[in-house]
């Protein structure tokens, strides 16, 4: 017994290495995918909180810039300021106490200016311990050689100017405690667009600053404003602001981060990460309009909550890789016992696949046989349809011919009598009485032969119709007047009656042959099964237009209906409930095929016992072409 075991055990654990050797490769793959996956997923929420923060310090910039445009637009259109620049020295008073009143309930600038176009101070109001005082006259100064000066006095109406955003100095001395400083002017223009001026606001911003800085108090993320060279005009480390007012070039983050700083001034916006941390950032040049305000918005999440995401999602990739192994390594187990098995009932499959394959070709071959049979049964049926129409046309014609031969044998009598009558002495009474017979018999011989005539064209059109199939367009009422000739006798001599509602308008191109031998088919069988034991039978058939392009057409009785069962088999060849009495159950069979193959539509039937049966063909006016066709 000791060999077979070592024969076996190596088959078994062949196939086990074949199906894990995939897996042991493709599992450090998707363990891969899924840290990279869960990575992204758990970084999205930093990407969203830092681009919301930075939207909200932009909005709170863009709101305090828009005061500040709003303010000084609103000094540089007062109309006592207009009025005191137009020469009137008397609004002069007015405009400093105007001045005064705004910086008092502003208390938002350190002075409040209006000067003239040689950049003199007119008006100047300063707001010292958050009171405003008015600058007297003697103590104003002349500005002109103050670099916003020059930039202000060639500013076109309605536009601004932004000074760099520094720290207030006053006597060449930094001011302590600091006090942040912006100046913003706008020009002054009369009504008839002479310049007079600007006006000058020295904006307090430490509230715009704190505003910003409050946005990030209750988060971990360090929110920075830089201006163009890379000093910190707001940190959450406050021995980095304001380096370049205290002559520190080294505290910029171009030069205590190069890499990040080369990146930031790369684009007005981006995100980036780097050994620091995940840096968000956003220009924010639009608030001002100016260059000189190239301030960058900058956000920081400091590395230790990057590597606790990573290391979270490093543990969720591995545990789930360590589990994929285990499940792929049982999966594997049970394949390779599997295949175990596989081997020794693949002979037996094969076996049977072989025989499976010659029962399938003799089937193949029976019912290629069937299908050759019943086209056969079909076509037997429609010349036996056609036999029938022929037989009932030359039934049909006895009557007309005969009626002429008896007319035709009586006029030759009397032209016999005439001649006769002229040999022995003819009167005018014979010759009156040979014209009166001779019309009269002319009147019925020419109404027999015109309804032969009749005949003789409705046979031909069905008779050409049915064995050519060929399409062309009719009249629907015209079909069903040549269809009735053939059949009509057959219900009267049974006393039945039929009854036909037909919109005269609707004309199709398509199948008449196959379209009247459909309904010649549905006449005939309700002929033959609906009144059977009945007399004074009513078939009634009806057509109208249901939509634009198709067409109902409906044949009904009043017979002896039919029962569920019966109606479930109805269109099936060979089916028929007279099997024995001249039935072949391929009537309504052929009427099925013509129906939805040749024209193109569909019948259903509905019946009631007792009640009689509605056949109901809907087809379309135009029949799809024969390459549409599925004839098989």
């Known amino acids: 017994m000791t060999a077979p075991s070592q024969l076996t055990q190596p088959t ?21 995918l899924l840290y990279q996956k869960r990575h992204e997923d758990a970084m999205v929420p930093l990407y969203q909180e830092a681009n919301t923060l930075l939207g909200d310090a932009a909005k709170t910039i863009a709101y305090h ?25 008397q609004d002069l008073t007015q405009v400093e106490h105007f001045f005064e009143s ?35 006259k003697p103590l104003l100064q002349l500005k002109a050689k103050r670099y916003y000066a020059i930039q202000s006095l060639s500013l ?21 405690p600091i006090k942040p400083v912006l100046r913003v002017t706008t020009p002054v223009f009369l009504p008839s667009g ?106 920081r999440v400091p590395n230790d909550q990057l590597s606790k995401i990573n290391q979270r999602s490093l543990l969720e990739a591995l545990s789930l890789g360590i589990l994929l192994l285990l499940l792929g390594g049982g999966i594997c187990w049970r394949a390779a016992k599997s295949m175990r098995e596989r081997d020794k009932l693949n ?48 039934h049909e014609l006895n009557t007309p011919v005969g009626a002429a031969q008896v007319t035709l044998s009586s006029m030759k009598n009397e032209c016999t009598k005439l001649q006769t009558a002229f040999e022995t002495g003819l009167k005018r009474s014979d010759v009156d009485t040979y014209f009166i017979h001779f019309h009269e018999g002319a009147e019925i011989v020419q109404a027999n032969l015109s309804r032969a005539a009749t005949l003789v064209s409705s046979f031909k059109r069905l008779a050409v119709d049915r064995t050519r199939e060929e399409r062309r367009s009719f009249k629907l009422t ?33 199948y008449p042959g196959a379209l009247g031998q459909s309904l010649e088919n549905l006449v005939t069988n309700a002929i033959t099964h609906a009144f059977e034991g009945r007399v004074n039978g009513q078939i009634k058939i009806s057509a109208k237009m249901i939509e634009e392009q198709i ?20 269109f099936d060849p060979f089916f028929t409930t007279r099997r024995g009495n001249g039935g072949t159950g391929l009537g309504l069979h052929l009427t099925y095929q013509l129906v939805s193959q040749l024209l193109g539509g569909k019948i259903t039937v509905s019946s009631t016992l007792g009640k009689g049966s509605v056949f109901s063909l809907t087809i379309p006016v135009t029949a799809p072409e024969a390459a549409e066709l599925n004839l098989n």
């Open 12 to 32: 078994f654990w062949g196939y086990w290495l074949r199906f894990m050797l995939p897996w042991l490769l493709l599992v450090p793959i998707l363990t891969t």
């Open 347 to 394: 002979q037996e499959l094969t076996e049977q696949q072989q025989k499976l394959t010659q029962s399938n070709a003799a089937l193949a071959e029976s019912l290629q046989h069937l299908h050759d049979t019943q086209q056969q049964l079909i076509e037997t049926g429609k010349l036996s349809s056609l036999g029938m129409m022929v037989a009932g046309v030359a």
């Open 65 to 89: 810039i828009g005061n500040i445009k709003r303010d000084a637009l609103f000094l540089a259109k007062y109309q006592a300021l207009l009025d005191a620049a137009a020469g009137n020295e």
């Open 102 to 136: 705004f910086s008092a309930a502003s208390q938002n600038y350190d002075q409040v200016r209006w000067l003239d176009n040689n950049a003199l101070e007119k008006v100047r109001v300063n707001l010292v311990q958050n009171l405003p005082h008015i600058v007297a």
């Open 156 to 176: 076109a109406p309605n536009s601004f100017y932004f000074s760099p955003l520094d720290l207030n100095v006053e006597k060449g001395e930094i001011e302590n």
């Open 194 to 299: 002479e310049r007079q001026g600007f006006i000058a606001l020295n904006f307090l911003a430490q509230s715009m600053l704190d505003a910003i800085a409050k946005i990030t108090a209750n988060s971990n993320v360090e929110l920075s404003l830089l201006n163009k060279e890379g000093y910190w005009l707001l940190s959450s480390n406050p021995e980095l602001t304001w380096a370049f007012m205290f002559n520190r070039p080294e505290l910029t983050l171009a030069k205590l981060n190069p890499d990040a700083w080369q990146q930031i001034t790369q684009d007005s916006e981006g995100a980036f990460i780097t050994p620091e941390g995940l840096w968000d950032y956003e220009n924010v040049q639009d608030a001002t309009n100016t260059s000189d305000q190239d301030w960058k918005l900058v956000i």
């Open 551 to 570: 067409v109902e057409i409906t044949v009904s009785d009043n017979g002896i209906g039919m029962s569920e069962e019966t109606m479930k088999q109805i």
């Open 478 to 510: 015209s079909l069903v007047q040549d269809m009735l000739h053939t059949s009509w006798l057959r219900m009267k001599k049974q006393s039945h009656e039929l009854e036909i509602d037909v919109d005269a308008n609707i004309e199709l191109n398509s």
